[in-house]
């Protein structure tokens, strides 16, 4: 995108992560995968150049109304939203641990909601995956169901220390349920950072859980981290039904949510892998016991709205 399309955007709102405003010159546009791929080849291929692959709009926007519906629902029975709920506007106050004993429970029942899993395990993403990989995909049981209030944004990391242990041959999908304007938290990649082999030899053999000496998350503001290397913040201003995939090597994370109207943004993050690789028990079955083991507990989902998220 040109320098004026950001001039113009940031006109009206600004960028921030960590209380601090982004410049425009270090942002770019994520590119859009166009459809129909005629070839698999294809989509392998750019995701290979890029580290991405962007599909606006991919999910077919009534199943993306009825699973945001039922999340924000839940989350209006804790009183975390004002009515009308389908608004998603921030109540600033929570009655999620009153109501239920355990918070782990609570957003293991919200993420398993029928309608959302339709969207987060269901044939659009099955397809689209399996093409990728070239041979069938599955998605993983467990699920990072995210519902961002003000002032909460992403460090900057990869999530090959999370997801690899068992096969290397792993995407994430990161789906929008909500409008992702700018000043809402969109999720940004490092510009050509799949190809970063510091980065690659710092992280292949990276496991969050047994590597406690090393952290998941890079501490260095992405802004500095990326203008070092020449490279750009891709982003945009995502919109329902849109999905992002990326591999295991690719730097992310997601801008701060400094929206001034207390809507949360709502997405989930889910990874695939082909069906025939050796799957990690900690992401597959009922009721698995995710990276740590601390079940669906151990998610910053799980927090109440009016608590502050962990970093790892
Ligand atoms: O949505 C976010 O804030 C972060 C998502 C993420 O880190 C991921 O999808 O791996």
């Known amino acids: 995108m040109s320098p004026e399309y ?9 960028v921030m992560i960590n209380d601090c405003v982004v410049g425009e010159n270090f942002l770019g546009e994520l590119q859009q995968t166009v459809q129909p791929i005629h070839h698999e080849c294809e989509l392998h291929l750019k995701l290979d150049r890029d580290g991405y692959l962007f599909f606006p709009g991919l999910i077919d926007t009534r199943e993306i109304q009825a699973a945001r519906s039922a999340v924000f629902k839940q989350l209006k029975d804790v009183d975390e939203l004002e009515d009308p709920y389908e608004e998603g506007i921030f ?25 959302l899993r339709k969207v987060s395990n269901g044939p659009t993403l099955q397809k689209i995956t399996s093409k990728i990989f070239g041979s069938p995909a599955i998605g993983f049981d467990y699920l990072f169901l995210r519902a961002v209030p003000r002032g909460r944004f992403t460090h900057l990391h990869c999530d090959s220390g999370f997801f690899t242990r068992f096969t290397k041959k792993v995407l994430t999908c990161w789906i929008a349920f909500t409008d992702i304007t700018l000043d809402k938290g969109p999720l940004f990649v490092i510009e050509g950072s799949h190809k970063f082999m510091d980065i690659r030899k710092n992280f292949d053999n990276f496991d969050v859980v047994f590597n406690k000496e090393q952290k998941a998350s890079i501490d260095e503001d992405p802004v500095s981290f990326a203008n070092k290397r020449n490279a750009k913040l891709l982003t945009t201003n995502f919109k329902p039904g849109d999905v992002l995939i990326f591999g295991m090597h690719t730097l992310h994370g997601a801008f701060e949510n400094h929206a001034t109207d207390d809507r949360i943004r709502l997405t989930c993050d889910i990874r695939y892998q082909p069906i025939n690789e050796p799957r990690d028990p900690r992401y597959f079955g009922v009721s ?15 927090r109440p709205l009016t608590e502050d998220w962990h970093v790892r």
């Open 6 to 14: 950001w001039s113009q955007l940031l006109d009206k709102t600004s």
């Open 91 to 115: 109540s600033h106050r929570s009655r999620r641990d009153e109501l239920y004993k355990d918070r782990g429970e609570f957003w293991e029942m919200v993420s398993n909601g029928e309608l």
């Open 288 to 302: 698995p016991e995710g990276t740590t083991g601390a079940g669906y507990g151990e998610l910053n989902g799980a």
